[in-house]
């Protein structure tokens, strides 16, 4: 995960978990469209918690939360757990991991698109 220190401009204080201000690891964040962003590094993953009050993000305000709280060259997920061990805290909320330790391997990209249609 990025240094949380270069989005200060997006920094608040969280109505329960406080001040978390200059933090390098944590913090809570609104983003200009309202996308509001809890930002961790602990138990062996980084993990980026994005929600509105009404509504789910898109994939788009999902990417804008990666390249903005992630580098380029980290692989980022979101997990689907077996549904037994599925956890719904709060409607509307979705969430970006990256452990710290190992790569998360990808399929191969001719099992996404055409070759001719990768980047």
């Known amino acids: 995960?990025?240094?949380?220190?270069?989005?200060e401009v997006y920094r608040h204080i969280h109505?329960?978990?406080?001040?978390?201000?200059?933090?390098?690891?944590?913090?809570?964040?609104?983003?200009?469209?309202g996308l509001r962003v809890i930002a961790s590094a602990g138990m062996g993953w980084d993990h980026v918690s994005c929600s509105f009050a009404?509504?789910?993000?898109?994939?788009?305000?999902?990417?804008?939360?990666?390249?903005?709280?992630?580098?380029?060259?980290e692989t980022v997920v979101q997990i689907h757990p077996p549904r037994a061990k599925h956890i719904n805290h709060m409607t509307h909320c979705l969430h970006l991991w990256r452990?710290?330790?190992?790569?998360?391997?990808?399929?191969?990209?001719?099992?996404?698109?055409?070759?001719?249609?990768t980047r």
């Not at 995960?1 to 989005?7: C, K």
């Not at 452990?99 to 249609?117: V, Y």
């Open 1 to 7: 995960m990025r240094d949380l220190r270069v989005l």
């Open 15 to 33: 109505p329960s978990l406080g001040d978390s201000s200059m933090d390098p690891e944590c913090g809570y964040f609104v983003l200009p469209n």
């Open 54 to 73: 009404s509504r789910t993000p898109t994939w788009d305000e999902m990417d804008e939360a990666r390249c903005l709280f992630f580098s380029d060259d």
């Open 99 to 117: 452990p710290h330790e190992g790569e998360i391997p990808l399929p191969p990209s001719i099992t996404i698109a055409p070759q001719e249609a």
